[in-house]
């Protein structure tokens, strides 16, 4: 039994974080010892990645325009090349659902008839130490068929009846790779979030996996170029060695939510060719992605209020026709985003309105060639399977019917940012506010996938309503007030908007243990900052590791 008062450390391995119930089953020596092989061979890398994308965001403020690499020119033109075959799970992923991998939410997405679920480590998980490790414990119950919860009003929670193979094919997204794992440390060294999600993943379900038909399958979130695409490739190759796991096991789909990973499409898919599943259009980071690399670039690149940034504006349909296009032309599967809206039972105006706007969404991206979308909620699984039944009938995909051949690379159609229709409003700045105050207070009590205003909330969509204040503020934009009048945003403006947006949340009610005070200091110091603090998460996660006791951090690393 580990002692539940120090740190202590194994095979090289300290863990800081407190005891969690099941602790022994997942980090083992032998895990440990996998985890620590991938730290030594891949955090150096890692490093020298993050450094890049500081060099990359810096060129950019300096008036670099992000282009297609003519450096990979031989590989965008090489039409012989394709990825791997679709494998085993993948070959039908008309609808994926997506959520935290907390036990509730594991057994309601197995249940929900999608045909894959995104197991998420990452923006719909708040990433406490409790969180990340019982994660783990429940995918490795689920995979096995020994997974059951009750709830504290009493509800019990258990799978239906069918075999593995006939439920959603379980696809696991670790957390970036700009990501700590604080709690567990190699050589005195905080590891990889990514690594560590994957690592104790890999390691206790692979063979499992492989022995029930399936195999062990990765989204890949925030890559922002093929050299990152190639690291993933590389712990892929070590990974199935270490575990004596055929090559070629392991599949990622690469989440396109970066604006320099959008110029990297066919280069992506090239460097994990072996290991491809296809690429993701992940809107609401990309969205992030692009006020946060051209945050200071001036008007052009200035968009107006979140909503009004719909999946019709002309950067994102290129984004998303040129993401088909490059999947299909090289064999991989495209799968759509998520809609931000989600069912409400209690409100049947509400409702119809979300569903009204599903529909819409998932019609456009089944006409456009996609060959799966998410949604967020199982009452939404229906809906996109009737959408995308209708389109695909008895086929699994698009990927030889719609090559979308009718589309070109286009470098402008990426960046029109300017051609976003829309305004900034009083109305969209408040929003913003009021998400951001609300989500970081859920992210910051352990709930990262928080349903505000009819709208499921993430850390990107946080991340979208931070960085619009940030840049309507230093771009001195005007905004259009709700008594019909206009003025400059100011941060003194905004900070009297924050002060009476608090205010009102705090109306409705506080509960005991709340964290809105901490939310309000968090969101506001990222909002209003001089510098532009590249993630709102990352802040947020010192206030976890900050809450902890003091003794526990002082032993951090220490031997037990």
């Known amino acids: 039994m580990y002692p539940t008062d120090q740190p202590i450390t194994l095979n090289s391995v300290t863990i800081t974080g407190p005891h969690q119930p099941r602790q022994e ?7 440990l010892d996998f985890l620590a092989t991938l730290h030594r061979r891949f955090n150096g890398r890692r490093a ?35 990825v791997a075959p679709l494998a085993p799970g993948l070959k039908d992923r008309r609808v994926e659902i997506t959520g935290p991998v907390d036990r509730k939410m594991t057994i309601n997405a197995l249940n929900s008839g999608a045909k894959c679920w995104l197991a998420d480590f990452e923006d719909s998980s708040s990433p406490t130490w409790s969180n990340m490790l019982n994660g783990q414990v429940n995918l490795f119950d689920a995979i096995r068929r020994q997974i059951d919860f009750t709830s504290p009003e009493g509800k019990e929670y258990t799978l239906g009846g069918v075999q593995l193979v006939d439920r959603p094919t379980i696809i696991v997204r670790p957390r970036g790779w700009h990501l700590d794992e604080d709690h567990l440390l190699v050589d005195g060294e905080p590891m990889a979030g990514a690594l560590v999600d994957f690592g104790l993943y890999f390691f206790h379900n692979a063979k499992e996996l492989l022995r029930r038909g399936v195999g062990p399958y990765f989204y890949l979130p925030k890559t922002e170029n093929h050299l990152e695409a190639r690291l993933w490739n590389c712990i892929f190759v070590v990974a199935q060695d270490e575990l004596g796991i055929p090559q070629g ?5 690469v ?36 006020i946060k690399n051209f945050r200071d670039r001036g008007d052009d690149f200035v968009l107006p209020d979140r909503a009004d940034v719909t999946m019709t504006a002309p950067m994102m349909r290129s984004y998303t026709e040129q993401l088909v296009r490059a999947c299909h032309q090289r064999g991989a599967s495209a799968i759509g985003g998520m809609a931000a809206f989600i069912p409400n039972r209690r409100d049947p105006e509400a409702n119809e309105n979300a569903l009204a706007k599903v529909r819409e969404d998932k019609t456009r991206e089944a006409s456009d060639g996609f060959d799966g979308s998410w949604v967020a909620h199982p009452d939404l699984v229906p809906v996109a399977m009737e959408i995308f039944d209708a389109v695909l009938g008895e086929t699994r995909n ?49 709930n990262g996938a928080a349903a505000i205003n ?12 931070r960085s619009q204040i940030w840049q309507w503020i230093n771009a001195g934009s005007t905004v259009q007030l709700t008594d019909g009048g206009t003025r400059t945003a100011t941060r003194e403006w905004v900070q009297e908007l924050m002060d009476e947006e608090f205010g009102r949340i ?43 006791a003091p003794e526990r951090q002082e032993l951090a690393g220490a031997p037990a």
């Open 25 to 31: 089953e997942i980090l083992t020596p032998d895990a």
């Open 48 to 82: 020298e990645l993050l450094a890049k994308r500081d060099q990359m965001r810096q060129r950019i403020s300096e008036g670099y325009t992000p282009d297609f690499l003519p450096e990979t020119r031989t590989i965008r033109e090489d039409d012989s090349w394709r």
């Open 249 to 253: 096991t392991v599949r990622a789909t």
């Open 255 to 290: 989440l396109i939510e970066t604006i320099t990973a959008a110029f990297e499409m066919e280069e992506i898919l090239y460097q994990l060719r072996n290991h491809s599943a296809g690429l993701n259009a992940g809107r609401w980071d990309y969205i992030f992605s692009i």
């Open 398 to 446: 698009q990927i030889r019917s719609r090559r979308r051949e009718d589309v070109q690379p286009d470098a402008a159609g990426l960046l029109a940012v300017s051609e976003t229709p829309g305004s900034i409003t009083e109305a969209g700045v408040r929003m913003n506010i009021e998400v951001g105050i609300r989500y970081v207070e859920s992210w910051l009590r352990g």
């Open 454 to 465: 009819n709208l499921m909330e993430d850390a990107a969509t946080a991340e979208i309503s």
């Open 506 to 548: 705090l109306e409705t009610g506080r509960g005991e243990g709340d964290r809105f005070d901490d939310a309000l200091e968090v969101f506001a110091s990222s909002a209003l900052a001089d510098q532009y603090p590249d993630f709102l998460t990352l802040p947020a996660y010192r206030r976890f590791l900050s809450a902890q």
